[in-house]
């Protein structure tokens, strides 16, 4: 079937289910900076180095950060697949898009492992 073979053998439980939990965890991570930012009086440099010297904060930003790059390549793959009709044109904007998003999660992992 066509669409088996256009999502790489993925079934949509499994995206839906990728999605929620990545949803999830994007969300925890946006609460927990929230609440940083309420409960913090001043933030300087010197507290936002502190915020991200800690293992519990690298390690959370990484996994939000590779979160957000699954959860843009399953989103990215619904939405072109119901607007860019021509496979050839949709299969390059998603190559291209996915690399960003994975550049990104390989830029994050050398800034957050930078601070010391």
Known sequence: MVTEQASLKR???QDFVTLRATALIITLFSF???YFFIATPVITYDVWVSLFSG?????FTFITLVAIMYHVKIGLWQVLTDYVKAPGLRATIQYVLNIIAFVYVVVGLFVLWGVK
């Open 32 to 34: 927990y900076m929230a």
């Open 11 to 13: 079934n949509g439980v």
């Open 55 to 59: 293992i519990f904060m690298k390690v």
